[in-house]
């Protein structure tokens, strides 16, 4: 079993969707990180969390640390929020990044 | 000011040669780690440096290296390169080795070995 499970793997919605990633880990954490990565590669960091909500625009971050869950969350989804996102948890014994496998995420118009 | 920057962005080698990568951090920051991510799957890791230091290393072969020199930049390298070794290569400096220290990412090195 992987340390970091997400779901779904694959995503496919209409413009105008609310969005729910989910990610559940089975380590202790330091923090959990949300990712973006457009085709070609680049990642961009979307939020570190280590307890409670966040939120950034059209996105909302949340963890439940005694669940060892988190749920990432877009509102009034867009074409280009077409992308993977990842979830990656800090190991806090050894203080590495331990990822997800993604979801890929698409918006239709 | 400038992002983390990896170079080249695409790279060919072919099975048994040797390459080079190479990831400039942000501006201040002094730890970079490296990730291997093949395709369909999430990063995996290979190395984290901090203040020039190794601070951890993935479960990776003798054929991965790395270094990190006094201005922080890095370099990863392989050797004997094989086929299952083509990836995207991403690397991430952060400001310190600390747990809670938000990490930022290259465009990352497309190496595909033939």
């Known amino acids: 079993k992987n340390e970091v499970e997400q779901s779904p793997q694959n995503l496919t919605a209409q413009e105008g969707e609310f969005i729910t990633i989910n990610c559940s880990y089975s380590?202790?954490?330091?923090?959990l990180h949300w990712l973006q990565q457009h085709p070609g590669g680049g990642i961009v960091s979307l939020f570190m969390?280590?307890?409670?909500?966040k939120k950034h625009g059209r996105l909302i971050a949340t963890i439940n640390i005694q669940e060892k869950h988190s749920s990432l969350h877009i509102t009034a989804s867009h074409p280009r929020d077409s992308a993977v996102y990842i979830c990656?948890?800090?190991?806090?014994?050894?203080?590495?990044?331990?990822w997800g496998a993604g979801t890929k995420l698409i918006i239709k118009p | 000011d400038a992002g983390v920057t990896q170079s080249p962005t695409h790279l060919i080698k072919t099975r048994g040669q040797h390459v080079t990568l190479r990831c400039s951090p942000i501006?201040?920051?002094?730890?970079v780690s490296w990730y291997q991510q093949v395709l369909g799957q999430g990063p995996q890791f290979i190395f984290q440096?901090?203040?020039?230091?190794?601070?951890g290393r993935g479960n990776f072969p003798d054929r991965f290296s790395a270094r990190q020199f006094p201005n922080y930049s890095s370099e990863l390298n392989v050797n004997a390169l094989l086929l299952g070794d083509s990836a995207l290569y991403l690397c991430?400096?952060?400001?310190?080795?600390?747990?809670?220290?938000?990490?930022?990412f290259g465009q990352g090195t497309r190496l595909t070995v033939v």
């Open positions: 501006s201040g920051h002094k730890s």
């Open positions: 969390l280590s307890s409670g909500k």
């Open positions: 440096y901090y203040e020039k230091e190794e601070r």
């Open positions: 991430a400096s952060s400001s310190h080795g600390q747990p809670y220290t938000e990490a930022f």
């Open positions: 990656a948890v800090r190991s806090d014994s050894n203080y590495q990044l331990i």
């Open positions: 380590v202790g954490i330091s923090a």
